[in-house]
T-cell receptor, first 117, second 111 residues
Framework: NAGVTQTPKFRILKIGQSMTLQCTQD?????MYWYRQDPGMGLKLIYY???????DKGEVPNGYNVSRSTTEDFPLRLELAAPSQTSVYFC????????????????FGDGTRLSIL | DAKTTQPPSMDCAEGRAANLPCNHS???????VYWYRQIHSQGPQYIIH???NNETNEMASLIITEDRKSSTLILPHATLRDTAVYYC????????????FGTGTRLQVTL
């Protein structure tokens, strides 16, 4: 069981370039999330999705786009990379399960370390 | 989401129990108390969660006060590999589904 898989693990971009961070999960979870973590800081939510075809903004969505065409995949796209987007990006997923929402943990991938120069 | 307060850092000798406190006085009745940890900027790792009752799993124990305003994560026999930042989070139905990570407690396990 792979859980949440993120690719690539590392990437260096030039200012203005674009790229897509991939995230896939094999747990059939409806909820998926993208967070970013700047050095020494906590995680901040970029975008999230409650199911295929449904996405919504988090705290820091500017400069990013997402899509959710399947349950398994939730790619994050940077259109015009800026130095402020240098960060570690984490994808997470969550399945509501039984007992009401909140009674199952979010599962995280290992992250993508992105540097923009 | 509940606002949580944790000490910024703690030390623990290897083999001893590590007791990590968390204050969550604003937690609502339907929010669970979750604990995650993060080792060397890896992805956050789920440890344990609970609503009202104390909980135990293979990693840790969670003690929640009767008024639910605070909790303690217990690592019964800390090892060097438990050195990490530990996050206490209130999360449940009625939130925006995101986990709100504060600055956590940096636990240093020493020989």
């Amino acid at each position: 069981n792979a859980g949440v898989t993120q690719t690539p693990k590392f990437r260096i971009l030039k200012i203005g370039q674009s790229m897509t961070l991939q995230c896939t999960q094999d747990m059939n979870h409806n909820y998926m999330y993208w967070y970013r973590q700047d050095p020494g800081m906590g995680l901040k939510l970029i975008y999230y999705s409650v199911g295929a075809g449904i996405t919504d903004k988090g705290e820091v969505p500017n400069g990013y786009n997402v899509s959710r065409s399947t349950t398994e995949d939730f790619p994050l796209r940077l259109e015009l990379a800026a130095p402020s987007q240098t960060s570690v990006y984490f994808c997470a997923s969550y399945g509501a399960g039984t007992g009401g929402r909140g009674n199952q943990p979010q599962h995280f991938g290992d992250g993508t370390r992105l540097s923009i120069l | 989401d509940a606002k949580t307060t944790q000490p910024p850092s703690m030390d623990c000798a290897e083999g001893r129990a590590a007791n990590l406190p968390c204050n969550h006085s604003t937690i609502s009745g339907n929010e669970y108390v979750y604990w995650y940890r993060q080792i060397h900027s890896q992805g956050p790792q789920y440890i344990i969660h609970g609503l009202k009752n104390n909980e135990t799993n293979e990693m840790a124990s969670l003690i929640i006060t009767e008024d639910r305003k605070s909790s303690t994560l217990i690592l019964p026999h800390a090892t060097l590999r438990d050195t990490a930042v530990y996050y206490c989070i209130g999360w449940g139905a009625g939130t925006a589904s995101k986990l709100t990570f504060g600055t956590g407690t940096r636990l240093q396990v020493t020989l």
